[in-house]
Nanobody
């Protein structure tokens, strides 16, 4: 069983930065998994934010966050990060970490089998 725990969310002002963390607990070794961040705002569908391959060599970003967000992974710490800079009110959402070992498109949410509980990010204008 893969257990993922997100942290680092909070209330910030537009233009600020936040760094989210997704830690795998128990006997989970994230080096085995492709990892991603998705987000969901109230009344909206879940949106792809960023993904990183198992090796860390390949990353993907949603169009709305390119150039502002950076995904990274530290397999030794069993943790994936999302550095969010130049935050905008439209970035307000619950951010979810996801993991899966065998997927063809890292940007597609239904391909991921394992999810964290989410962390709230609120950006005020």
């Amino acid at each position: 069983q893969v257990q993922l725990v997100e942290s680092g969310g909070g209330l910030v002002q537009a233009g600020d930065s936040l760094k989210l963390s997704c830690a795998a607990s128990g006997r989970t070794f994230i080096s085995r998994y492709h990892m991603a961040w998705f987000r969901q705002a109230p009344g909206k569908e879940r949106e792809f934010v960023a993904a990183v391959s198992r090796s860390g060599m390949t990353t993907y970003y949603g169009d709305s966050v390119k150039g502002r967000f950076t995904i990274s992974r530290d397999n030794a710490k069993n943790t994936v990060y999302l550095q969010m800079n130049s935050l905008k009110p439209e970035d307000t959402a619950v951010y979810y970490c996801a993991a899966d070992g065998h997927i063809s498109d890292l940007r597609t949410d239904h391909e991921y089998d394992y999810w964290g509980q989410g962390t709230q990010v609120t950006v005020s204008s």
